[in-house]
Every structure is written in structure tokens, then in C-alpha cells.
């Protein structure tokens, strides 16, 4: 691959849209500082665009765009016109993760600015101090198994779909927690999820997670919660998960949306979804996005919050172009623009925090707070 940096965007569908135009604006910006760094940043349709464009949710054109780019800026898909159709733009945010095997996903739970903290409906000695990386296999279990339709004309439908999951895709979910976890000192606590009192999948998951800490990470401390029991913890007191915690796909997927409470707004939060672990450059391919939906019922309006579709940025400078100052950056001016201008910010909360700032006020006021900062920055 080059030395230009390729990246792709797929703003999706209703606020993906939105949300990517502004975290647009502030990678423009960003490129504007870094004269020494080549990109290249290209549009491609996706989800409710690529059925638009040719019939598909994720055109092949779309995918070798992918795969020939550093990473790929995602917002999101989903239109209720598409219903559940066979060919709807949902099936597409799948599809790209499986195209580029992106297993492991990354989302950073944690108060991107101490003015969150009003923010949260949970009392702020509980909320305060929260700070868990949830670490989701993406690419196999119920969600890439067997589903069977039912069948409306038996006598009693019925409608299945498999959780399968092997031993090599669990080993290297657990490989790249362990990784993760020994990159700070002493090592990230890992906390491993499952239902291993019920479910065939699940006691597979633990086994073989308890192997890979056993003989490749036995300085980290690892321990093993049911989903459930887990659930009631980071609702009640979340700081007790602090760490790694490392699920499957499914549960992650669930967990993600509570945790996404912690912080005031699932519209805050950020992802990755890495193909592997960042090379000794500190790159990888990976997908970024923000957790949340293309939310339909607010689409147009102009008040979506781009927060964590600009805080993924963040994450795609650390993971995949090896730029940890410049996600640095990224971070502290969200943090500015999020802070009480009684702490020298700009409160720039959108409704879903309570304020009357716009999707655009929101981009303009990480523009005015990264600009500085990226005059400082020396690379």
C-alpha cells in the first residue's frame, strides 16, 4: 500500500448522513495540519445509498473500496420504508464487517468531557470514574449462523438461528484482549462474559478464554461474570467492570446499548471494529462508527449528536493510521467543546444532553476548539 492514506466514508442512512458530514469537516481540518501525511478521502454507498445505487446494501464496488483503504468511517443504516425486507440497508453493516473479517470490536466506555457526568441518570459517586473497554467479537455467533425463517403455513411456525462459535475465532478474541491488557502497567484487568450455565457456545467461550490466559497471559487478571449477573452490575455499579470486558457478538451488541447509558447518550460513544492488532506502526484496517442507529424519527431535523462519530475519528488516528497524538488532539477538543464554560468550554450539548446546540454548532465547535491545538501539535 501506499504512503498516502486512504480513507473511505459511508455515511448510511437518516442521521449517518449527518454525523459523518461533520466529523468530514473536522477530518478536513485535521488534514489541513498535517502537511507531511498524504490522504485520500473518497465517498462510497452503503445500506438504503447502495439499494439506491445499484440494488444493494453493500455494492461490490463498495467492498473493494474498502479493502484497498486504511479504514473505512461509517455512520449508520436503516430506514423503516425498507420494513424487513430481504434487501434492506441493515444487512449491510454485517456484511462489510464480515468482508473485511473485522473481529474485534473496540468501544471505549468512559466520559468524554467531567460535564457528562450531569449528564447520567446514574448518581455521579456511581457513574464517576467508569472506565471500561468493551471488547465485542464481531464476526461469528447468531448473528453469522444458520437462521431458518418460519414457515406461516405449518400448523405451528417455527423459527430458529444457530450461536456457533469455533475455538480459533474464540482464541483470537481472547489473544487480542490479552494483548490489549498488557499494554498498560501493571495489566488491564479482563473481565469475560457469558452464559456458560446454559449455553453449549458459551462454555466453549470460557474454556478456551481461561487456556489462552492460562499459557500466553498469566500476569493478567482475568475473571468470568454470567451476562446477566453482569447486566445488574453496570447498571448498579459500573466501576466494579472496570477493565477490559470481552463478550460475544451477541452480547455484546445488548451490553454496549446499557453501557451506553453511563455517559448521558448512546450519542457519545464511539467504535472500532479492527482486523487485527495494530502493527509496530500502530496501524491496522479497521471500521469506525458510532454506536447509535440512523435514528429515522430524527432525521432531517439537524439535531443529531456527532460526538461519537468524531470521537471515532479519534479512534481510527490511534488504531489503524498510527497517529496517536492527533486522536490525542481529537479528544481534548470533544472534551473542550462538551466542558461548562465555567471550565472554560463551550457546552456544546446537543437534545439528547439536554442543550439546543445543532448538528453543524456542534462540528463548529470542535473546529474552534481543534484549530489551536493542531497549530501546536509537532509530528
Request: contains cysteine; hydrophobic residues 45%; charged residues 20%.
Amino acid at each position: 500500500m501506499s504512503n498516502v492514506k486512504k480513507i473511505v466514508l459511508l455515511p448510511g442512512d437518516g442521521i449517518g448522513i449527518e454525523v459523518v458530514a461533520e466529523a468530514k469537516r473536522v477530518l478536513d481540518v485535521i488534514i489541513e495540519h498535517l502537511p507531511g501525511y498524504k490522504f485520500e478521502v473518497t465517498e462510497e454507498p452503503f445500506g438504503g445509498a447502495g439499494i439506491e445505487f445499484n440494488g444493494q446494501p453493500l455494492p461490490d464496488s463498495t467492498v473493494e473500496a474498502c479493502k484497498k483503504a486504511h479504514c473505512v468511517l461509517m455512520g449508520a443504516v436503516g430506514h423503516p420504508k425498507y420494513g424487513l425486507a430481504p434487501i434492506r440497508p441493515d444487512v449491510a453493516m454485517l456484511a462489510i464487517r464480515k468482508a473485511v473479517d473485522a473481529y474485534a470490536n473496540i468501544r471505549p466506555v468512559l466520559f468524554p468531557s467531567p460535564s457528562l457526568l450531569d449528564k447520567s441518570p446514574l448518581k455521579t459517586e456511581i457513574a464517576s470514574g467508569t472506565e471500561i473497554l468493551l471488547l465485542r467479537e464481531l464476526v461469528g455467533g447468531i448473528y453469522f449462523g444458520e437462521h431458518v425463517e418460519a414457515n406461516w403455513e405449518d400448523a405451528d411456525p417455527a423459527a430458529w438461528d444457530v450461536n456457533k462459535y469455533s475455538r480459533s475465532q474464540v482464541e483470537r478474541i481472547a489473544r487480542f484482549a490479552g494483548e490489549l491488557a498488557i499494554k498498560t502497567s501493571p495489566p488491564t484487568p479482563v473481565h469475560s462474559l457469558d452464559k456458560a450455565n446454559v449455553l453449549a457456545s458459551s462454555r466453549l467461550w470460557r474454556t478456551v478464554v481461561t487456556d489462552i490466559f492460562a499459557k500466553e497471559y498469566p500476569q493478567v487478571p482475568l475473571d468470568h461474570t454470567y451476562v446477566d449477573a453482569a447486566a445488574m452490575i453496570l447498571a448498579a455499579r459500573p466501576k466494579k467492570l472496570n477493565g477490559i470486558v470481552v463478550c460475544d457478538n451477541q452480547i455484546g451488541d445488548i451490553l454496549s446499548d446499557e453501557l451506553a447509558v453511563v455517559p448521558g447518550s448512546i450519542g457519545v460513544l464511539p467504535s472500532a471494529a479492527l482486523s487485527g492488532l495494530p502493527d509496530a506502526k500502530g496501524e491496522t484496517f479497521g471500521l469506525y462508527e458510532p454506536i447509535h442507529g440512523s435514528a429515522p424519527d430524527i432525521m432531517g431535523q439537524g439535531i443529531a449528536n456527532p460526538i461519537g462519530t468524531v470521537l471515532s475519528l479519534a479512534l481510527m488516528f490511534r488504531y489503524s493510521l498510527g497517529l496517536e497524538p492527533v486522536a490525542k488532539v481529537i479528544e481534548a477538543a470533544v472534551s473542550k467543546a462538551l466542558d461548562y464554560k465555567s471550565a472554560g468550554g463551550l457546552e456544546a450539548f446537543t437534545a439528547d444532553l439536554g442543550g439546543k446546540f445543532k448538528t453543524k454548532d456542534v462540528g463548529d465547535a470542535v473546529i474552534q476548539c481543534i484549530t489551536p491545538l493542531l497549530k501546536e501539535l509537532k509530528l
